[in-house]
């Protein structure tokens, strides 16, 4: 494992430069994850006033997004880093798009909330929480990847998405079911299907800056790389 | 609304008094037949590193020179327009030249060390000002050592001919002979142009603790350097200023398309 280390150059000021970078995606991290966490919260008490929060935070997010970017370019333009610097700055200007893309999809979610149109079946609730906790574990064990630059770590969460994902499979195939069955309109169904999608959505943007996560570190692009021999790198790690 | 970055754009053309270290008023420099620099215009600020780029014979090094009135020794130079700095006009006639360049010191390209020890190099100005006590003289040239990052490695061979250092050390002891006078303003003419990569980047690093004491302008035909050090940045081309900004902008978002064509390569 390869870490970039961020206090070593001759220049104090590109060491800080760098470190207050790193720090700044970890923040925005930090904020997105206490939306989903607020989100899931408002959904099991039914709570509007947590969720408008959560969208009117969203612009905190997005705000985030864009100085990070210009901060970016700046220390590109100002600095021509190389090597593994390079690719610590490619690397969070690729995380923070979805990092925000994120919590645009918390605030789909918390709409579920504000627009009142929660599941009716306790059934489907709970389970759509129980996946928004696996979601919630995995967003932090990926910005924890990212903190610690540390291969191992993001490919352990990167595995969890297949969990996430055959949850939501099980969920869907339920709720398809339950439509038939119950009382609520088609619209809020629509809604309802909506919020799992990006929920199961958010797990993989968290396998995206894992991604990121062991390229930077390795070297090795492992995007598009089929599950079995990325498994098979787990397999060798663990 | 959350600020991750804390950025500091001054506003140039409405600078103070207080927070300008040389203001520039319709300055025309004729060097024989030549027209070298036309109507320029600038605030330069206080405590901050102020980089010059622009292509060879734009007239960068000579706007630099006037700024200590080095222009002065080429014969058949002319010079009109008003530079303010400590609050007058050094371009008067009356200007004591002397005491103006030991305010606004200056580092050329090629190191420059007297040959003498580097004790009597630093301190060579001081007694050029009157000073003969030798405590006094002892605690200037460790001071100006130590500011100018060079101390440690030359304190137990302060009496040894400073032509025996490296290029690197013989540059950082031209510059604490600079700061032994304590100057409000240091001027730098391609100071690391001689110099290694690694050498450069120490003494870059030297500049941005410099400027917490006094005011730096630099002029650099390398425009990644003047991008790392500079906290602004002034493009001049064929002896006009096309553009000064924060060094963050003109380097990201320059406002001119002669700029742009310079720094993206694209320039002539």
Redesign the interface.
């Given at each position: 494992m390869h870490q970039v280390a961020l206090n070593t150059h001759i220049s104090d000021r590109f060491n800080l430069e760098l470190e207050n970078l790193r720090n700044s995606v970890l923040t925005m991290g930090g904020e997105v994850e206490q939306q989903l966490i607020d989100t899931l919260k408002a959904i099991s008490t039914n709570n509007p006033g947590l969720a408008e929060k959560v969208i009117l935070n969203d612009l905190k997010v997005n705000s985030m997004e864009m100085q990070i970017d210009e901060e970016c370019l700046r220390i590109i333009a100002k600095r021509h880093p190389t090597a593994s610097d390079l690719r610590l700055i490619m690397t969070i200007s690729k995380a923070i798009t979805d990092i925000e893309r994120m919590g645009d999809e918390i605030e789909r979610i918390a709409k579920l909330v504000t627009k009142q149109k929660i599941p009716a079946s306790e059934s489907i609730k709970s389970s759509m929480l129980q996946i928004g906790q696996q979601v919630t574990a995995m967003m932090r064990g990926t910005f924890d990847a990212f903190a610690r630059q540390d291969e191992r770590a993001a490919l352990i969460v990167y595995d969890q998405d297949n969990r996430i994902d055959s949850e939501y499979k099980k969920l869907l195939t339920f709720t398809t079911g339950e439509m038939s069955r119950s009382g609520q309109s088609m619209e809020d169904w629509l809604e309802i299907l909506w919020a799992l999608r990006s929920l199961e959505r958010i797990g993989d943007r968290c396998k995206n800056i894992c991604e990121y996560v062991v390229s930077l570190t390795s070297g090795k692009d492992v995007r598009h790389t089929k599950l079995e021999s990325l498994q098979q790198k787990i397999d060798d790690l663990t | 609304?959350?600020?991750?970055?804390e950025r500091e754009r001054l506003n140039l053309e409405g600078l103070s008094p207080e927070q300008t270290a040389i203001e520039v008023r319709d300055l025309n420099l004729r060097l024989g037949q030549k027209h070298v620099l036309h109507n320029i215009n600038m605030r330069i600020p206080k405590h901050r590193i102020t980089a010059l780029i622009g292509q060879s014979g734009c007239g960068k090094s000579s706007l630099i020179a006037c700024f200590n009135r080095m222009n002065d020794l080429i014969l058949n130079s002319q010079t009109s327009g008003e530079i303010i700095i400590e609050g007058r006009n050094i371009n008067h006639k009356k200007e004591n030249l002397s005491l103006l360049r030991s305010q606004v010191g200056m580092v050329f390209q090629r190191p420059n060390p007297f040959p003498m020890s580097i004790y009597d190099n630093v301190c060579y100005g001081l007694r050029l000002q009157g000073i003969k006590q030798r405590r006094q003289l002892d605690d200037a040239v460790e001071r100006a050592l130590h500011e100018a990052a060079l101390w440690e490695e030359v304190k137990d061979r302060l009496f040894d001919s400073a032509m025996i250092l490296s290029g690197g050390q013989q540059q950082r002891l031209v510059i604490a002979r600079a700061l032994a006078l304590n100057p409000a303003i240091l001027l730098l003419d391609e100071p690391t142009s001689a110099l290694d990569p690694?050498t450069t980047?120490?003494i870059?690093?030297l500049m941005?603790e410099l400027k917490k004491r006094c005011t730096i302008v630099i002029v650099t035909h390398n425009m990644?350097q003047a991008?790392?050090v500079s906290d602004y940045t002034a493009f001049l081309h064929q002896g006009e200023l096309i553009e000064f900004s924060d060094?963050?902008t003109l380097?990201?978002m320059p406002d001119k398309k002669q700029t742009e064509d310079y720094i993206t390569g694209r320039y002539g």
């Open positions: - | 609304m959350l600020k991750l970055f690694l980047l120490f870059e690093e941005g990644q991008a790392r060094s963050d380097f990201t």
